[in-house]
């Protein structure tokens, strides 16, 4: 199977798994919303929100190196697979004990300081989870990831059900929570098994190595959570938690369109990181056309959601929700505008120009929490929605910017023009039939794929060696 085939194998995989394991997280998160109520579903997502800052400290980066490590030498796997366990171990413990000292300092409520503590433990598995993560990626064999992630959530999703069927408590909830990450973590085990047999060898030299290579990439992932998640815990102490469950009804919706983009980067990401040190031609070659397919995809969803969010907050929550119509309208564009950066990042990394993604991380981080302090007390979450979208504008700007005096610049703005004016042709009949018509919205959705298909096929949007790619990846 050639490399192309892999990418394309790896990607499909991502997509599907990824796309049921989202679907099932959606369910639930509808029906928590539902049961728990806007003000405590703003807490269930508050403390969500808190301990993803100390998740940043688990992993330092060191994910991300892994992988790129690895994928140039393979015959290392087995030894820095073994220093990665020990190191996240050390790092997992200090998380864990950081986390329940700062709630414990800070005003909170005795039951939301209580989720935290337990929530706080499973930073230890989720740690373990991304070391074997990092072997499947290496390898292109994500849907051992996949499968999981799949088996966890089906089972902590049924025990939700039975909680909300039973009349349970958030703290019911919080312990599956706890529990479907033991379960996720005990799966990789006897999977990552098939691919290598971790050595323990301690090499403090190797230590050094990969925590010199990551710390520009956790100061990145630092800054990056700051600005996801900075909003929450901001709407939180500043307005309450009703605010921060409308505002995360609209951005829970956004969430599992990430996984678009997702899908195509982490299969792309090790093979960019072995190009870079062969053939920069190949490099670009291969980033342009993961680009091209993310703008493809991810430009329209973003268009329709914004066309008909109205609708779809209604299908999902009830009325009380509906504070929430006008965030998404504003939250769908930072996820093309995330799409967009992550593949921007991604390609910078695989460069060894990681730090040139902390330091735009870091003007972002300060453009958020200051954008969010002048606006969120006059405009609650309407106004974090739109410093989430700016900020990330901020990103893309200064990523551009960066690849373009790096590398021979890709030509990513040409790829822009027909998705565009494909866009442009599927929104007349989706504002139509949304503003004047009263039909079901699957009919609107449908009639707006459809419309963007013929508009690609008619512009001839995919060159002849692509349409073989897609072909093969069809069949894959």
């Not at 089972?155 to 599956?176: K, N």
């Not at 119509?325 to 939250?331: H, Y």
């Not at 410093?387 to 893309?396: A, G, H, N, Q």
Request: net charge positive; aromatic share 14%; with cysteine.
């Amino acid at each position: 199977m050639s490399t192309i085939d892999k990418v394309a194998k790896n990607t499909g995989v991502l997509l599907v798994g990824n796309l049921l394991f989202r679907l099932i997280s959606l369910v639930v998160v509808i029906y928590l919303a539902k049961y728990l109520g806007v003000d405590e579903f703003g807490k269930y997502n508050f403390v969500f929100a808190y301990i993803a800052f100390f998740g940043i400290v688990i992993d330092f980066g060191l994910s991300e190196i892994l992988v790129r490590e690895m994928s140039r030498d393979a015959e290392s796997m087995a030894k820095m697979l073994g220093n990665a366990y020990i190191i996240k171990i050390i790092l997992s413990i200090f998380s864990i004990l950081l986390s329940i000292s700062i709630i414990s300092l800070m005003d909170y409520p005795v039951d939301t300081t209580t989720y935290v503590y337990l929530i706080s433990f499973t930073l230890l598995f989720i740690s373990f989870s991304d070391n074997c993560r990092s072997v499947y990626q290496t390898t292109l064999k994500m849907e051992y990831d996949i499968v999981a992630k799949l088996i966890s959530k089906i089972v902590s999703a049924s025990l939700i059900f039975f909680i909300i069927a039973m009349h349970g408590t958030l703290y019911q909830l919080i312990l599956v929570f706890l529990f479907s990450e033991v379960l996720k973590a005990l799966l990789n085990y006897f999977f990552v098994k098939r691919f290598v047999r971790v050595k323990f060898d301690i090499d403090l030299k190797l230590w050094k190595h990969l925590f010199k290579e990551a710390l520009p990439i956790a100061f990145s992932s630092v800054f990056l959570i700051i600005y996801h998640r900075i909003d929450v815990l901001m709407l939180s102490m500043m307005v309450g938690d009703h605010a921060v469950g409308l505002y995360s009804a609209a951005y829970k919706l956004c969430e599992p369109l990430g996984l678009i983009p997702y899908a195509i980067v982490i299969s792309l990401f090790p093979v960019m990181s072995r190009a870079f040190t062969s053939s920069s031609e190949t490099l670009i070659k291969y980033y342009e056309m993961g680009f091209k397919f993310l703008v493809i995809l991810m430009l329209p969803i973003t268009v329709g959601t914004a066309l008909i969010a109205e609708r779809i907050i209604f299908l999902i929550y009830d009325q009380s929700f509906a504070g929430s119509i006008i965030a998404l309208e504003i939250l769908i564009w930072s996820v093309f505008l995330i799409s967009v950066n992550l593949s921007l990042t991604s390609l910078l990394t695989s460069i060894n120009k990681q730090g040139l993604n902390t330091l735009s991380m870091g003007v972002c981080v300060v453009a958020n929490i200051l954008l969010n302090f002048l606006v969120i007390p006059k405009y609650s979450y309407y106004g974090a929605s739109i410093t989430t979208v700016v900020t990330e504008l901020i990103l893309l700007f200064m990523s551009l910017y960066f690849v373009s005096t790096n590398l021979v610049t890709p030509g990513i703005f040409r790829i822009f023009v027909k998705p565009i004016l494909a866009c442009l042709l599927m929104a007349m009949p989706v504002y139509y039939l949304n503003n004047f018509v009263s039909v079901n919205i699957f009919l609107i959705v449908v009639s707006g794929a459809l419309t963007y298909g013929v508009a690609l096929v008619a512009l001839r949007i995919f060159s002849k060696d692509e349409t073989k790619t897609i072909r093969r990846v069809l069949k894959i």
